[in-house]
């Protein structure tokens, strides 16, 4: 029989933050935060050039206090609070770092640039962060799977909104704040939490990752001060779930928390193969494998359509992309690239690729159709139709990097190592890599020892 909680969502969330013990993880759930560090870090290695990291590198430069923390491919460390912000902006700006299906959003940077940045400031155990990584992930994702389909399709960022309230609760359990202290760092989050799908295609996309990263830590940091906030935050009168979402009752998402199986095994981490937008992934998969099968000529196309489940392709709001940036948000382009080059990597989104010629002529033979009905689970049909009458259809459901297929660890080391070579940036022996994998057996200030190495000059 499920027993309902009592008190308020927030003081739900708190009681299994504050008894949660890291030594119960399974050594599965360690090497999946492992990989998420791996993962998270280096995508923000590879964009710590782009024009919004540098942007927000100079901006978190003017902030006081000791500079004390890194800043993922800088040599220059920052203070707690610019590194959050920073290393949150750099480590989604690609839109290249992980994902989680239920979530509708990126859990990893939504919570590690905060988490890093505060372990290596206080000294924390990499166990202990792992445990954190573990809890605001059962937190987000479970909150989301009670509201975030239309949170979402209003047009919530779901990243920056339910993230932080996840990011909140796992900083939270790696100081050990009580009860009392994490349900008022919840009230906090709350009381920040912000993030459109408006400024996808924008610097103000991974903005909204590093504002995350910075708030939850803000409200972490002023809760264990001693500041209070509504209890009710979540699920009250003006609670969260009111005004973010249709008043959804978060009670049956938190009746079994603690005891039912953990977020991070059951849903799992999804590793993105191509820095674009997840949307595109299935169809990205899906026009590879078609031009590779029947060895197709971009010449040759009359017209590339896309199926998919309805809600599918919310997120990819320009068809007409006209920048690198906007690419990322865009079918239209990803098919494009896909069919035209064989492959869709870091350099297919600069603004030179997206002008070029042929990639716009083929843009314009896309088109798309969401089909009315379930949400999930989510599927993608490309239908390719030849100047000759001949049609190609490929159907894709299970994604390559997703929980249900995911990258293998060698998979994963060649993207670390893509990325840093695109940042400009080395890891010889795969030093960060290795110890990542291994989070539960160092401290955090030891892995971010490891990272000078890969700083070289640039700035």
């Known amino acids: 029989m499920t027993t309902h909680y009592r008190g308020t969502a927030s003081e739900r969330i708190a009681e299994f933050s504050a008894s949660f013990s890291p030594q119960d993880l399974p050594h599965c759930a360690l090497l999946t935060v492992g990989r998420a560090i791996v993962d998270t870090v280096g995508v923000a290695i590879a964009g710590c050039g782009e024009p919004a990291s540098n942007i927000a590198a100079g901006y978190a430069n003017t902030e006081g206090g000791s500079r004390l923390v890194a800043a993922w491919g800088r040599p220059v460390p920052l203070s707690l609070s610019g590194a959050a912000f920073y290393n949150g902006i750099a480590a989604h700006v690609l839109d290249f770092d992980d994902v989680s299906s239920p979530l509708r959003g990126h859990p990893s940077v939504a919570m590690l640039p905060a988490l890093l940045a ?18 605001g992930m059962e937190v987000m994702v479970r909150l989301a799977r009670t509201m975030v389909s239309d949170h979402y399709t209003k ?27 994490t349900v008022n760092a919840i009230g906090l989050a709350v009381a920040q939490c912000a993030g459109t799908r408006a400024s996808f295609g924008t610097m103000a996309k991974p903005f909204q990752s590093g504002h995350c990263n910075a708030s939850a830590l803000r ?17 009250g009168p003006q609670g969260f779930s009111m005004l973010y979402g249709n008043g959804e009752s978060l009670a049956a998402t938190l009746d079994d928390l603690g005891s039912a199986p953990l977020e991070i095994l059951s849903s799992g981490l999804e590793i993105k193969k191509y820095p674009m937008c997840y949307a595109a992934h299935r169809a990205i998969d899906g026009m590879l494998d078609l031009r590779q ?17 309805h809600r599918a392709m919310v997120p990819l709001i320009h068809p007409q992309a006209q920048t690198g940036l906007e690419a990322k948000f865009s079918m239209p382009y990803a098919m494009a690239a896909a069919t035209l080059d064989g492959q869709v ?43 000759d009458g001949r049609i190609y259809e490929k159907e894709v459901r299970t ?13 994963l080391n060649k993207k ?19 110890r990542a994998l291994e989070i539960e057996t160092s401290s955090v200030a030891s892995l971010m020892s490891c990272l000078p190495q890969l700083i070289g000059t640039a700035d």
């Not at 409200?219 to 699920?235: I, V």
């Open 118 to 135: 505060l372990g290596q400031a206080r000294a924390s155990q990499g166990l202990r962060l792992a445990s954190a990584y573990v809890i």
């Open 155 to 181: 047009g919530w960022h779901a990243t920056a909104t339910l993230g932080m309230l996840g990011a909140t609760v796992a900083c939270s359990h790696l100081l050990a704040l009580s009860i009392r202290q």
């Open 219 to 235: 409200a972490t940091l002023l809760a264990e001060a001693g500041m209070d906030a509504a209890s009710d935050a979540l699920d």
């Open 293 to 309: 099968e029947h060895e197709i000529d971009a010449a040759n196309i009359a017209a590339i359509h896309v199926h998919s489940n």
């Open 345 to 387: 990597r870091l350099a297919s989104f600069t603004d030179e690729a997206v002008h070029r010629t042929a990639i716009r002529k083929l843009m314009e033979k896309v088109t798309t159709k969401e089909v009315l009905g379930h949400t999930t689970p989510r599927w993608n049909k490309i239908r390719v139709t030849l100047r």
């Open 399 to 411: 994604l390559r990097g997703s929980h249900e297929s995911p990258l293998s660890n060698a998979d």
């Open 416 to 434: 670390w190592h893509d990325c840093l070579n695109y940042g400009c940036h080395a890891d010889p022996q795969s030093t960060f890599f290795d």
